[in-house]
C-alpha cells in the first residue's frame, strides 16, 4: 500500500512563501508523476504542478513564475515552492501520485491573508 504525508502548509501573509512537502511511503513503480493540486471551498480540484521521475514538470498557467516544484526520488518525495502568494492561492493542496495507481494525501490547508 501507498501513504502519501504532506507537511507544510499554514498561514501566509499576500506576497509571502510557503514550502510544501509530501513524502511517498511503500510500493511505488517507476516511471511516476508526482504532483500538486488544490481545491478551494466551492471550487473543483485543480492541478498546481507535476513533475515526472525523469524531472519534467508542468504547470497550471496561474502559478507559473511563481511556484516551483522538485522531487528528491531517493527519497521519494515531492516539494512544492510557493513564492509571491496570493490571496487567491487559498485552499486546501494535495499531494499526487500516479504510478500503477493513482493516489491522494490527505490535504494540507494553504491560507493567504493579512
Known amino acids: 500500500q501507498v501513504q502519501l504525508v504532506e507537511s507544510g502548509g499554514g498561514l501566509v501573509q499576500p506576497g509571502g512563501s510557503l514550502r510544501l512537502s509530501c513524502a511517498a511511503s511503500?510500493?511505488?513503480?517507476?516511471?511516476?508523476?508526482m504532483g500538486w493540486y488544490r481545491q478551494a471551498p466551492g471550487n473543483q480540484r485543480e492541478l498546481v504542478a507535476r513533475?515526472?521521475?525523469?524531472?519534467?514538470?508542468d504547470y497550471a498557467d496561474s502559478v507559473k513564475g511563481r511556484f516551483t516544484i522538485s522531487r528528491d526520488n531517493a527519497k521519494n518525495t515531492v516539494y512544492l515552492q510557493m513564492n509571491s502568494l496570493k490571496p487567491e492561492d487559498t485552499a486546501v493542496y494535495y499531494c499526487h501520485l500516479l504510478s500503477a495507481r493513482s493516489y491522494w494525501g490527505q490535504g494540507t490547508q494553504v491560507t493567504v491573508s493579512s
Open positions: 511503500g510500493s511505488i513503480f517507476s516511471p511516476n508523476v
Open positions: 513533475i515526472t521521475s525523469g524531472g519534467t514538470t
